[in-house]
Structure formats: C-alpha cells, structure tokens
C-alpha cells in the first residue's frame, strides 16, 4: 500500500519535474532548468530504491546529481546565456519532441510486452539486489569486455575533449 | 513498556526510526553551537587572547546568545538577487550535512536496537552521494546573490569540491578491498577483530583527512570564502539567520567530516580494551559506547579547530595542483598497492 504511494508519488514528480526542465512556463532560465533536472534525478533515485537496485540509486546521485549536473551550472553560469532565455519552443520542436516520445513510448511497449509475464526460473527476488558484490561479479567476469570497450569510450572522449580545448595546438 | 510488543515490526521499525532522527538532530544542534563556541575559545588560546567569557559561567550561555542575536538581527534581501535562489541555498546547504549523520553507526546497541538511524548495505556511496549534494548550497548562493565576489566564490567552491570528491573517493577504496563490505556497520565489526584500519590504509586516511578540510571549506581550503579576496565569498550578501544557516551548515559538515573519519579508520564506538570492541549487552555498555564514539568525534572537532588557526590559505592554483596532480595520483597508486599486498597474502 505504503510501496504503491510511494511509486506513484516518484513517478509523477519525476515526469513532472523533466516536464519542467524543458517547458517551464514561468522561468526560461537555464539554472532553473538545471537544478529541475537535479530534482529528477533524484526523485528518479527514489524509484531505484523502491527497485531495491540501492547501488544504482546512490551512484545516479553520486555521478548524475553530484557531479554532472554541478558541471552543466559551472558552464551555464560561466557563458551567461542570455540568447537561451528569449528562445521559445518553436511549433516545428514541439512537434517533433511528441513524435520522438511517441516512438520511444511505442518502442518500449512493443518490448516489454513481448516479455513473459515472469521470467522462467527466476526467484521472487532479484540477484543483484542491494548488494554491490553481485554486481562487481557480473560486470567483472560475465561482461568484462563491454565494460572495458565502455572505459575506453569515456577514455576516448575525455582525451577529445582536452584536445579540442586547447587552442594552441601543433 | 509491554504496549511496544503489541506492534507489529513495521510500527516498531517507524516508532524507533522516528526517536533516534530526533535523539540524534537532539544532540547534534547543540553539538554544532557549542563547537562554534570551541572555535572561538580555542582560537583565543592560541593567539593568546581570552575569547567569550563573559556570558554565563566561563562563557558557556555564549551560544545563545549568538543564537538569540541571529534571530533579532534585521533579515535583509537585497534589491537584485534572484528570490527565490536566495531563499532555498541556504537550506539547501543545511540539509546535506544532517542527512549524512543518517547512516553513521554512533553506537553498538541500546536494549535491542542498533545504533544507526539506516543500516543501509551501500552506506558509504550514500554518504558520497548526499555529500556530493551539499555542494548546491554555495553554487545557488553565489548565483542567486547575482553580484562578483558570491559568484566568484561559487565558482571556485565547484571546482574545487568536485576536485576534492574524486580524491575523496578514490582514498576510501583501499578500506574496502580490506573489509570486503560497504556496510558501515560490517566496517566497524571488521576493526574490532583486525584492529583499526588507519594502520592498514594510513595514506588513504591522510588523502582523506586533507580533502576533508576542502570538501568542508576550512582552511586552509577556505578559498570560496576567503575574506582577503573575495569579502566573504558565497554569502556576502547573506545576513541574520540566513547567513547563520550557512555558518552552521559549514560546522555541521565538519562534525559529518569527523564521524565519517572516526568511522572509517578510528573504530568508530570500539576501544581495544576493556572488551570494548564488542557490541554492549546492557544499557549502560550502550550509553558509554555512544560516549566514546562522540569523544572521538570530538578529537577530529579540536584538529579541524586547531589546523585553522595554524596553516596559512593555499593559493588556489596550488589548491587544485594539490588536488589533482598530487592526491589522485597517490590515490590511485594506493588502491594497486593494497590491492597487490591483499593479493599476495591470499
């Protein structure tokens, strides 16, 4: 009963604060939405824990709300985007957000509809929950490769990143 | 006391929850006035001067009266900050330090129940987590104030404590390749039987102490405030109980700083003698657990206190070759280390 509240409550303040980061109708300033994401991220969070996935949660606080999000503010703040706040949602982007969020919509109901409604052999509860030792076996031996050709990627990334930072380059 | 086992767990679990948040917030405001108070004293002491006393027997009442001053002063908003930024920073810079304290064990066990408000398994990343979070209070401060020196010093405040969290991160993994467990509680248990692990991981406790004094903003890490540069940093525009909550916020993630330490290398309520280590079987074994826990906690308090009054400030380029040229690196070679030593006595 307790669980189904609390669901509920997430759920609806996740949307409705992602809803708020891009149509906000009182405030079209940028750290507002910036700090709207925040909120869904952590209300997102809430959800997680509800999963019991506690690792996840508290790393998508850790990484997301933390640290990522911390970087968007430090650049906003730093470039002072005034253009950003008279830009409206133009009819061509509204439209095409609700087709994007129509596809993805379909998309996962054509995919979680083809699930059985319970996975054979599988106990009432997750093997991954709560505790992060599972979780460091599966990624370290069942998908080791995966996660290593991930490393690289953010590795290749971040190197870009400092290379076309700098303007004096030979 | 036979209604308490008429409930049912879960009403039981809420009952308890409920009264050990208020004990804790009980003991932990007055904690944090007082060390304001211990501040000024120590301070006093060591540059040869008397500090408050003259409120009170030896100047004890000196707390409320700083309180009762905060509350009368005139709680001013200036006319171009952005409101309603001005009004959530400083809570926002409140709350993290609180939520922290939530999975702290201060106690072995009172009667039936263990000391910590939420044994979580992943106790350690929601500290970071929450931690990581307390940073918003000074970055909404600085923007909302809409003025130089507040918005400069939010900028560095971001830098420079995002800086510090990897450091911060990266010196506590070697404690858990040591215990093999996240849980706080499982950390604490692992100390009482192999002794403390500041003697396992002693360059993990030093990366840890100093990003400590940067994460909490003291010196000599004090650059988003620093006065010489910056008037006051963050909260120049701030006044009366506002800025009294930004204050206070700095002295709450101080005694969140300590608890943490205490826990993670100090044996957080053991003591390796008297059989101390194990968990108390009776009221009073519960009590003097919590007692030694908080005198521990205490002792990080003074240092933070006393380093204050000794160190100069770093310059900030300095400040961020400290951190990221010096402290991960040696974080990282830390964590291969122990690893390997851990690997070879398997």
């Known amino acids: 009963m307790i669980q189904d509240v609390l669901f509920y409550l997430f759920a609806f303040m996740t949307l409705l604060s992602a809803v708020l980061v891009v149509a906000n109708p009182v405030s079209r300033n940028p750290v507002t939405s910036a700090m709207f994401l925040v909120l869904t991220i952590l209300f997102m969070a809430g959800l997680f824990v509800q999963l019991h996935a506690f690792f996840l949660a508290a790393v998508q606080i850790l990484v997301y709300a933390g640290a990522v999000i911390v970087l968007f503010l430090f650049v906003i703040m730093l470039l002072d985007l005034k253009e950003e706040q008279s830009r409206r949602i133009g009819k061509l982007g509204s439209v095409l957000g609700l087709v994007s969020v129509g596809v993805v919509f379909v998309l996962f109901n054509r995919a979680l509809s083809g699930l059985p409604a319970k996975v054979p052999g599988a106990t009432g509860q997750p093997s991954l929950e709560g505790l992060t030792a599972p979780l460091g076996h599966a990624l370290f031996k069942q998908y080791l490769l995966p996660f290593e050709i991930l490393s690289v990627l953010l590795l290749v990334a971040m190197v870009g990143v400092i290379l076309l930072s700098k303007k004096d380059l030979r | ?346």
């Open chain 2, 1 to 346: 006391m036979s209604w308490i086992e008429h409930l049912s767990p879960t009403q039981q679990f809420v009952l308890f929850s409920t009264l050990k948040v208020l004990c804790v917030i009980v003991v932990l405001l007055p904690t944090i006035a007082y060390s304001v108070m211990a501040e000024r004293r120590v301070s006093a002491a060591i540059q040869d001067r008397v500090g408050p006393n003259r409120v009170g027997p030896f100047g004890l009442l000196q707390p409320l009266a700083d309180g009762l001053k905060f509350i009368l002063k005139e709680d001013f908003t200036p006319a171009h900050v952005r409101k309603v930024f001005f009004w959530i920073a400083p809570a926002v810079a409140m709350v993290p330090a609180f939520m922290t304290m939530a999975v702290i064990p201060f106690g072995s066990t009172l009667g039936a129940q263990k000391m910590v408000i939420a044994d979580l398994n992943v106790g350690i990343l929601y500290t970071f987590g929450i931690v990581s979070l307390g940073v918003y209070g000074i970055i909404l401060a600085g923007y909302a104030s809409n003025s130089k020196y507040p918005f400069l010093g939010a900028i560095r405040s971001t830098a420079q404590m995002i800086s510090y969290e990897i450091a911060m991160g990266l010196s506590v993994i070697p404690v858990f390749l040591c215990v093999g467990d996240l849980n706080l509680g499982q950390v604490i248990s692992y100390q009482s039987n192999h002794g403390w692990l500041v003697l396992y991981a002693p360059v993990s406790f030093v990366i840890f102490l100093v990003a400590a004094f940067a994460e909490t903003n003291r010196l000599p890490f004090d650059l988003p405030e620093c006065e010489t540069e910056l008037v006051a940093g963050y909260h120049t525009e701030y006044s009366s109980m506002k800025f009294a909550l930004f204050f206070l916020g700095e002295y709450a993630n101080m005694i969140a700083a300590s608890a943490m330490m205490v826990t993670l290398f100090f044996g957080g309520w053991t003591l390796p003698f008297f059989g101390l280590d194990q968990p108390a079987t009776g009221i009073l074994g519960g009590f003097l657990h919590i007692g030694i826990f908080m005198g521990k906690m205490l002792m990080f308090m003074l240092l933070f206190i006393w380093v204050r009054w000794m160190l100069p400030r770093f310059r900030y380029d300095q400040l961020m070759d400290l951190g990221w040229r010096r402290f991960v690196p040696l974080g990282l070679v830390n964590i291969v280390a122990t690893a390997i030593f851990l690997w070879m006595r398997a």
